[in-house]
T-cell receptor, first 115, second 116 residues
């Protein structure tokens, strides 16, 4: 089954404690990205990757890091989480063939609470 | 800069009636795509429908149709014959053809509640 998986699905942590949210896709997609969802703001892109070892900032990258060492995995790293990073996080992937209508597949989401 | 605006934070509709969710957009890209996603209370993002900027006809997918008015820069979602399972948050999103072409720009979302 084609899917994007994220772990953990729920996480409560404390300020400053490093954490990693994993994302994996089994569709051999080149393009992967991370979004955060906040009430009244919709989803905003944090980072994206067009292929292995190619990553770039999205609209709200501060406080986050990513890596793309393998095509299927795109972890999101919070080196020193702060309460303003409490949010719902989505990983997404798609082919990158230039077609505007390419479907983006979203993971199930990770709810993060930073105390 | 690209922008999506959804001006209806919440909507109610009676079961079996049709409902229109509004979406306006702003972009300078000559080619772009417009998407609608559904987010039920469980949180996942479900793709509903897509409209390309050069598509001649409005997109339809089952009970979903997209009322695309290019001159007005609007891409409203029409749900016909509403069902209780349609209660969810709905997001309009846009994808442009310059720079980071994989990025989706999302609106604020509209919460739809279907009344029995």
């Amino acid at each position: 089954e084609a899917q994007v998986t994220q772990n953990p699905r729920y996480l409560i942590t404390v300020t400053g404690k490093k954490l990693t949210v994993t994302c994996s896709q089994n569709m051999n997609h080149e393009y992967m990205s991370w979004y955060r969802q906040d009430p009244g703001l919709g989803l905003r892109q944090i980072y994206y990757s067009m292929n292995v070892e190619v990553t770039d900032k999205g609209d709200v990258p501060e406080g986050y890091k990513v890596s793309r060492k393998e095509k299927r995995n795109f972890p999101l790293i919070l080196e020193s989480p702060s309460p303003n990073q409490t949010s719902l996080y989505f990983c997404a992937s798609s082919l990158f063939r230039g077609s505007m209508g390419e479907t983006q597949y979203f993971g199930p989401g990770t709810r993060l609470l930073v105390l | 800069a690209q922008k999506i605006t959804q001006t209806q934070p919440g909507m109610f509709v009676q079961e079996k009636e049709a409902v229109t969710l509004d979406c306006t957009y702003d972009t300078s890209d000559p080619s772009y795509g417009l998407f609608w996603y559904k987010q039920p209370s469980s949180g996942e993002m479900i793709f509903l429908i897509y409209q390309g900027s050069y598509d001649q006809q409005n997109a339809t997918e089952g009970r979903y149709s997209l009322n695309f008015q290019k001159a007005r820069k609007s891409a409203n979602l029409v749900i016909s014959a509403s069902q209780l399972g349609d209660s969810a948050m709905y997001f309009c999103a846009m994808r442009g053809d310059s720079g980071n072409t994989g990025k989706l720009i999302f609106g604020q979302g509209t919460t739809l509640q279907v009344k029995p």
